[in-house]
């Protein structure tokens, strides 16, 4: 069931608000029951800062697809260093499993049903129980997020979710980097604006780089 903003922050204009006063009101209000959803780009480096700065015991969760670049693999332990927390791991399938049940190459034949497997299932198990998420979603990362809320219902989970830099540009998010020498994925700095499995993500600005040729854009999870 669709519910309104008001019903969470009363009558604040969330929209008004900044990145930071976004992740303090999502805070205030759902924790212990919301967190993070982090994927290991640049965008989590800063929201992953944002929300530890403000409640050091907060919940983050990542995907792990078995598929990584080994580039994400190693910035996530530099966040799980420099904050001194445990990301916790929510899974899908290793590759001699999915290969077992579904064939080899999966992402090949059938890119849909792989990110059903290795992200979506995850997805829904670690939602489950929550109040709400944060995500590191912005408007002009792609067409399809350009209506994207800084804070609204999330109808299809059931809870509520919060993208606190859907109005922030490219340039904003290396800026609040660059002034807190935070940890990044390197593969930012190599032509990729996008980072995902390893299998279906090249270089490429916005979400071109994502599933080259298949005409897909989006995983599901932002869907």
């Known amino acids: 069931m669709e519910r309104s903003v008001a019903e ?6 969330v929209e008004a608000l900044t990145a930071e006063e976004v992740v ?7 924790h212990p029951g919301v967190a993070l959803a982090c994927s290991f780009q640049k965008e989590e480096s800063v929201l992953l800062d944002m929300l530890l700065e403000r409640e050091p015991r ?15 693999y190693a910035v996530w332990r530099q966040l799980e260093q420099r904050y001194g927390i445990r990301i916790e791991v929510f899974e899908g399938p290793s590759l001699g499993r999915q290969a077992a049940i579904h064939g080899e190459a999966l992402w090949e034949r059938n890119p849909d049903l792989c990110c059903s497997i290795r992200k979506i299932g ?18 002009d990362q792609s067409s399809s997020r350009t209506a994207t809320p800084k804070l609204g219902w999330d109808d299809r989970h059931e809870l509520w979710k919060a993208s606190p830099l859907a109005d922030w540009t490219d340039d904003d998010v290396w800026a609040y980097i660059r002034e807190r020498d935070l ?7 190599r032509g990729y604006a996008s980072i995902g499995c390893t299998h279906c993500t090249t270089p490429g ?3 071109e780089g994502r599933w080259v040729g298949s005409g897909k854009t989006e995983c599901g999870l932002h869907a």
């Open 8 to 13: 969470l922050v009363g009558g604040t204009d």
């Open 24 to 30: 303090e009101t999502v805070l205030e209000r759902l």
């Open 58 to 72: 907060a919940r983050v969760f990542a995907l792990d697809t078995h598929v990584l670049f080994p580039e994400t």
């Open 122 to 139: 995850p997805l829904g198990a670690a939602l489950s129980g929550l109040h709400g998420w944060i995500t590191g979603v912005r408007r």
């Open 183 to 189: 940890p990044v994925n390197p593969l930012h700095e």
């Open 205 to 207: 600005t916005g979400r």
